[in-house]
């Protein structure tokens, strides 16, 4: 009932995930290095302002 994981003992016995699913590099590094910071800036500048004038608006109504 207890056997060992006999697949540990010997690093040849596990799947070849390489064939499988090829080289996996990222060729999507410099398009993330470059553009997110930027849509995250324009996100902040949009939203930080609203959310401000949403939360003031909130406060002085009540």
């Known amino acids: 009932m207890n056997e060992p994981l006999d697949y540990l003992a010997n690093a040849s016995d596990?799947?070849?995930y390489a064939a499988?699913?090829?080289n996996c590099?990222?060729?999507?590094?410099?398009?993330?290095m470059h553009y997110l910071p930027v849509i995250?800036?324009?996100i902040?500048?949009?939203?930080?302002?609203?959310?401000?004038v949403a939360i003031s608006t909130?406060?002085?109504k009540m």
Do not use: H, R
């Open 14 to 16: 596990f799947p070849d």
């Open 20 to 22: 499988a699913f090829g």
């Open 25 to 32: 590099t990222d060729e999507n590094i410099p398009l993330k």
């Open 40 to 42: 995250y800036g324009i």
């Open 44 to 52: 902040f500048l949009v939203g930080f302002p609203g959310n401000a």
């Open 58 to 60: 909130y406060i002085f």
